[in-house]
């Protein structure tokens, strides 16, 4: 079994957005049907997995996730600790326990109007706590979107290539242009780790793998059959 996966670089990442889906009930059953698929799987050797439920549910997840894989947040203040009502900030959620954070995803700047002084700040409370921020970024904005960031901020994010054309469509973007933007985003921001998301699925995965460092995965995370053939696909060459 080892090796139908030992050529695959490890330190893939997959990321599980859940955005704005799922009740209590619907996360304890999600996560138990996960703990009983990946619980000491060899699989995690292979990929970095991380869940990214919304906030009410940051505390089930963290208490039920497997060992080895990550959890996530969706969205971080742009400000510290202080008197911002309604703000979730980056101390806190390091204090929690989160190790990734989703910045700058095109639903935040469509409906909450995050704009790109918005996400950089974002990006640098991230940091400052030692989270990984995932820097969302659609083809239209990288140099804008660069040019708000400085390159050593830039090699400390994990940059997540988000078409809009492709977010929640079934219309995933081609994987010979994903590479071209993937090779694009590197020739502006350096050698960061760059993963594609836009209607990944268990059928396309395997594809976006081979030329990126992982996929953020929306709707195909929110049934754990369905997330876990995705996390196998992922897998084969
Ligand atoms: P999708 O969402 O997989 O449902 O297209 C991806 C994302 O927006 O993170």
Redesign the pocket.
């Known amino acids: 079994m080892l090796s139908r996966y030992s050529e695959v670089m490890k330190e893939k990442l997959i990321?599980a957005?859940w955005?704005s889906h799922k009740l209590e009930v619907e996360v304890s059953k999600w996560m138990t049907e996960f703990k009983q698929q990946f619980q000491s799987s060899e699989l995690l050797e292979f990929v970095q997995l991380v869940v990214a439920p919304a906030l009410p549910h940051l505390h089930q997840v963290k208490l039920e996730l497997p060992d080895g894989v990550a959890l996530g947040a969706q969205a971080v203040s742009p400000f510290p600790m202080g008197s911002y009502t309604g703000a979730v900030n980056a101390q806190q959620l390091k204090d929690f326990g989160v190790q990734y954070v989703?910045v700058g995803?095109?639903?935040r700047r469509r409906y909450f109007h995050e704009n790109h002084q918005d996400v950089a700040k974002q990006v640098q409370e991230v940091l400052a706590q030692q989270i990984k921020p995932v820097l969302?970024l659609d083809k239209d904005y990288i140099d804008e979107q660069a040019a708000t960031l400085d390159s050593s901020t830039l090699k400390d994010c994990v940059i997540?290539y988000?078409p809009l054309a492709?977010?929640?469509?079934?219309n995933?973007e081609p994987v010979g242009e994903v590479k071209q933007v993937v090779e694009q985003i590197r020739d502006v921001y350096g050698q960061v780790p760059v993963i594609y998301?836009?209607?990944?699925?268990q059928s396309n995965i395997g594809e976006y793998m081979l030329i990126s460092d992982g996929?953020?995965?929306?709707?195909?995370?929110l049934d754990v059959a369905q997330f876990s053939q995705l996390i196998e696909k992922s897998l084969v060459k």
Not at 166 to 170: D, K, L
Not at 197 to 201: A, E, I, K, N, Q
């Open positions: 990321i957005n955005k989703i995803h095109s639903e969302c997540a988000e492709a977010i929640g469509t079934g995933n998301g836009g209607s990944v699925d996929a953020l995965v929306g709707g195909a995370s």
